[in-house]
């Protein structure tokens, strides 16, 4: 896979080099090129920016420096994606990680003070290329290198062969299972005062399967109840049901729903099937 990370602080990405992003890059799994916005300015101050029309703070950066940089990085390459890290962009979740690690060409394009004019997602988008304005969460930075690092290494570590073991993919938070992770425990078994729970030392499979579900299911419920809103039914067994019941989630009209959310005189939630 091919990845082109245009900023004007190139220097930012060297995070890029390290770890299992950085040996991915060496050992050819991941292309990964990293460009100088300002190659592709015409004037002896290599000049980004400028004033935004209508007015107001800040600087703007140039559609026809983005223009030549895109073309330039873009080509004609029919696959090649264009992603523009923006705070006012739909929030990049694991699904587009492992939507765009499916693909063969990101092209990142990172803005600065006030973002890139508009007319750049929209050029591209009118000439038929794919085009994904994309938040890392509801916060706004200075700049799109540290989205452009959590693209690049979300996307990356899914990549065949960039993780060592790929079943450590599988049961992780936001995987397919749609909840969080388990809580996870290491050598030595007492530390603190603080023991591991007992199950984990039982070698006992299926009990060992079960306690982790469940603590990820108290854990989801506890810090991300809109995960577990958005969970599929069918996926869930007796036991999780059950369990979610005792935590103040029933099932209504094929949805899970807070307990507490139950308009008054609705009468009490519907029994869970033992
Ligand atoms: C100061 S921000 C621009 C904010 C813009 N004026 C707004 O309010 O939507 C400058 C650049 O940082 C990046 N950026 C900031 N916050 C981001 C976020 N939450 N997700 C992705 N990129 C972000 C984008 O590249 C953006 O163009």
Not at 219 to 235: E, H, K, N, S, Y
Request: charged letters at 25%.
């Amino acid at each position: 896979m091919r990845i082109d990370v245009v900023s004007i602080f190139p220097d930012y990405l060297a995070a890029l080099d390290l770890s299992l992003v950085g040996k991915a890059r060496r050992s050819g799994l991941l292309d990964l090129r990293v460009h100088d916005l300002r190659d592709w300015t015409a004037d002896r101050h290599r000049t980004v920016d400028d004033t935004p029309f209508g007015g107001g703070a800040g600087m703007v950066m140039r559609p026809d420096v983005w223009g030549a940089a895109i073309d330039s990085v873009l080509g004609d390459d029919p696959e090649g994606h264009l992603v523009i890290p923006t705070p006012s962009g739909e929030v990049f979740t694991q699904r587009h990680a492992e939507a765009f690690a499916t693909e063969t060409h990101l092209v990142v394009a990172c803005g600065r003070y006030e973002g890139i004019d508009a007319r750049v997602a929209e050029r591209y988008r009118a000439a038929g290329r794919r085009v994904s304005e994309l938040s890392i969460g509801d916060y706004v930075l200075n700049g799109g290198e540290v989205a452009a690092l959590v693209m690049v290494e979300a996307v990356g570590r899914l990549l065949p062969g960039v993780v060592g073991n790929p079943e450590s993919l599988v049961e992780e938070s936001h995987g397919a299972a749609g909840l969080l992770e388990y809580p996870v425990y290491t050598k030595p078994p007492a530390w603190e005062g603080l023991e591991i729970p007992e199950v984990l030392l039982s070698g006992h499979h299926a009990k060992i399967d079960r306690w982790r579900r469940d603590r990820a299911l108290e854990r989801t419920a506890a810090r991300r109840p809109d995960m577990v809103a958005a969970l599929d039914v069918a996926g869930l067994d007796k036991h999780d049901l059950r369990l979610l019941a005792e935590l103040g989630w029933h099932v209504d009209g094929g949805r899970l729903r807070r307990t507490s959310d139950a308009p008054e005189g609705t009468g009490s939630p519907a029994p869970v099937a033992e």
